[in-house]
Every structure is written in structure tokens, then in C-alpha cells.
């Protein structure tokens, strides 16, 4: 029997081509990774309650009365939302004032001077995901990035695309702030002055 395919098989069951690419090994963390994914369902399979109990867990569900309408509404937390929500749910609140947030990155204080006064330490480049259940502007009712450029300064809402931009345009400044940098590295050790 012959190993070749006749030319007029229905393009449906021709067979797909082989990739022509040279087998590698597995590294060791990815060898690593296997074997804990390996352990880790193992482990599930004989204690599945024990798994159950140690899986996500579930985003919170609370209601609160809206003290504009006095309806009663349901909210579903983001997933990791880090706000307790004790104040909208004792106190009632209006319900554009409802959000839920994602832990924000760690915060980096650096001291910024304005109008020739002294340099106050302000929060610089902050970022969460955020959701607005009941916001007037539909964009922030989805999950979407918030980024804090500079304390209480907010680029927002964001979808991926946005951010994404954001991220490249910081990308490109921080590519010139290091060409900044080594020039200035660069005349200081020209002109290097004994103080």
C-alpha cells in the first residue's frame, strides 16, 4: 500500500501536513509545573470536599437600599474585589456610588514638586480593575482598568485595548527617560566637579 494521497481525495479528508519542527525537551520549571498540576489533581481526585474548600472563592453577593429611590438592588462583586461594602450596605447609598476594585499594584511615592514649592510625596502610576454597576456611563458598568497616574488623577474607563496603549506609551517614555539617564551619566562623568 502506498503512502501517498491521491489528488483527487475531497480536500476534507486529506490528511493535515506535519509541522516540520525539531522535538524539544521540557525545561525544568515547565517539567516542574507538569508534576504540580500532576500532584495537584491526584490530590483533588481523593479529596474532592477538600478541594472544594480550597478553590476560589466565590465573588460576594450583598444588597443594599438606594436611598434616592428606596428600591432594593443586588450586587455581584468583581471576582477579587478588595472593598468591604459594610457602609452601602448599612447605610444605604445611592446606586451610582456602588463600585467594586481589584487590589491595586504597589504603590511607588516619589517627592513632586509644583509651582516652586517644597516636593510633597505623592503616589505615582497606580493600577486596578475596577467595575461600576449602576454608573450613568455604561463603560465603567463592565470591568475596566483604572490607572491612577499621579495621586487622585485617573486615566479611566479602560478596556485591554486601552490600557494597552497606555502601557506602550509608557513604554516609549520610559525608553527615552533611560536614554535621558545615560546621557546625563555620561556629562557628569565628562565634568566630573570636586565639591
Known sequence: MSNTVPA???RMFR?????SAVPTQPTGRDREALETKAAQA????????????????????WSFVDRRTGFRHEVTCLPGCV??????????????????????????WLP??????????VRLLAASIRQDPFDTNLAKR???AAVEVMEDSFIEPLDPDGLATVILGLEAQLKQMRAVHAQ????RAQNRVEL
Open 112 to 121: 513632586v514638586s509644583t509651582g516652586g514649592k517644597p516636593a510633597d510625596e
Open 184 to 187: 546625563l551619566v555620561e556629562l
Open 15 to 19: 490528511p493535515e501536513p506535519k509541522l
Open 83 to 108: 472593598v468591604s461594602h459594610e457602609r452601602e450596605i448599612a447605610l444605604g447609598v445611592v446606586a451610582e456610588d456602588v463600585w467594586c476594585m481589584t487590589a491595586e499594584t504597589d504603590d511607588v
Open 42 to 61: 491526584s490530590v483533588d481526585a481523593q479529596f474532592p470536599l477538600a478541594a472544594q474548600l480550597v478553590a476560589e472563592p466565590a465573588p460576594r453577593s
Open 8 to 10: 483527487d481525495l475531497p
Open 142 to 144: 463592565v470591568p475596566h
